[in-house]
């Protein structure tokens, strides 16, 4: 949306086209017809546009026939949103929207007044470097009920603490470290460091969870095991799932990483 709120600052009538409501489209197919990178964009938003109508016009969501040896595939689903921008959004994805506002920018006379956006001989160059950026990932990706979150799933955690071990241990652990709080010996301080961080990283993965919200949070909370046990700080947490609500309680050692004396 920013993309074309800059692409259609002050521009010229005849490249917006006098009767198209679609200016950005105008400004696309105007572009296409002296640069061809700009053309390609062109035939396949068509043939995108082709795909959701002939879905809308289908009885009961059903797929249209497609011809023998035809090698085009199901009709993408398209938000509304994603319809609305469909020519920098195909351009986005594609990895050529940068080379087309550049080559706009170059021949900027023909589509802006002076005082445009892209015109300017300072904003039109940087808004075309700022696209590089964007045109160079890889949008393979949509976003879930989930794209809220932004921690690493509990599963990715440890697949990384795995991938990460291997290089220094040969006994690789197939399953995660299981908690529990060892005890310490004198000798062997490597493998007690070793076993710490992986613990640690594994409970910091129990509260990283993308199927979870957490709720609530509290620390050096006092839990006593057994009557005759002094009671124990750790971390008190409330988790929500589409289902169920889920109390965790973890020893601060364990959190921490430093075992401690105790059993």
Request: aromatic fraction near 6%; proline fraction near 5%.
């Amino acid at each position: 949306g920013v993309v074309e709120a800059c692409l259609l600052h002050m521009l010229k009538r005849r490249a917006a086209g006098f009767l198209r409501t679609d200016k950005v489209a105008a400004l696309f197919t105007k572009v296409g017809k002296t640069y061809a990178v700009a053309g390609d964009i062109c035939k396949k938003v068509q043939e995108l546009q082709q795909q959701v109508e002939s879905r809308k016009n289908q009885p009961n969501g059903q797929e249209p026939l497609k011809r023998q040896g035809s090698t085009t595939s199901k009709a993408p689903v398209l938000t509304p949103q994603a319809i609305k921008h469909i020519w920098v959004r195909t351009a986005l994805i594609e990895k050529v929207l940068d080379k087309i506002v550049q080559y706009i920018v170059d021949n900027c006379s023909k589509y802006y007044e002076k005082e445009a956006l892209l015109a300017d001989p300072v904003c039109g160059p940087i808004l075309a470097s700022l696209l590089v950026g964007p045109c160079a990932l890889e949008y393979t990706k949509l976003k879930t009920a989930d794209h809220y979150w932004t921690d690493p799933s509990a599963d990715e955690l440890v697949q990384r603490h795995r991938i990460h071990g291997v290089h220094g241990r040969q006994d690789s652990p197939s399953k995660r470290p299981a908690l529990g709080i060892r005890k310490r010996h004198s000798s062997g301080s490597m493998s007690e460091d070793r076993f710490a961080a992986s613990a640690r990283e594994y409970v910091e993965s129990l509260h990283q969870n993308s199927r979870t919200h957490l709720l609530y949070g509290k620390n050096n909370v006092l839990v006593q095991p057994k009557d005759d046990f002094e009671a124990i700080p750790g971390y008190l947490s409330l988790h929500q799932s589409a289902d169920s609500l889920t109390l965790k309680w973890t020893p601060n050692q364990l959190m921490n990483g430093t075992l401690g004396d105790s059993e």
